[in-house]
């Protein structure tokens, strides 16, 4: 079992920047891949960005170079360091973990999530 709790989300202007932290608990190997989604109401949960237990990442073509995924050492905590905000950027995002989605899996693909922070960018 893997327990997954996000903190960090916001409101900020435009041009800022938020750190999103996810606590994770349980089997290491039921985290082999772990991402962040987002949700924004009316629209579809998407990836944003991903991160394999090797280390590799892949990220939404929409954050390239604002958005930097990362983990700790002893893979208890993911990051999401979110620059260069716009409002484009607000949704719930949440925290997911798998074994086997892989780098490019969806939503549907991951079977741990964490409950969500909002994040809220004004023009």
């Known amino acids: 079992q893997v327990q997954l709790v996000e903190s960090g989300g916001g409101s900020v202007q435009a041009g800022g920047s938020l750190r999103l932290s996810c606590a994770a608990s349980?089997?290491?190997?039921?985290?082999?891949?772990m991402a962040w989604f987002r949700q924004a109401p009316g629209k579809e949960r998407e990836a944003v960005a991903a991160i394999a237990l090797d280390g590799s990442t892949r990220y939404h073509d929409s954050v390239k170079g604002r958005f930097t995924i990362s983990q700790d050492n002893a893979q208890i905590f993911l990051y999401l360091q979110m620059n260069s905000l716009k409002p484009e950027d607000t949704a719930m995002y949440y925290c997911?973990?798998?074994?086997?989605?892989?780098?490019?899996?969806?939503?549907?693909?991951?079977?741990?999530w964490g409950q969500g922070t909002q994040v809220t960018v004004s023009p």
């Open positions: 349980g089997y290491i190997t039921t985290r082999n891949y």
């Open positions: 997911a973990a798998d074994s086997y989605a892989g780098l490019y899996g969806g939503s549907s693909d991951y079977e741990y």
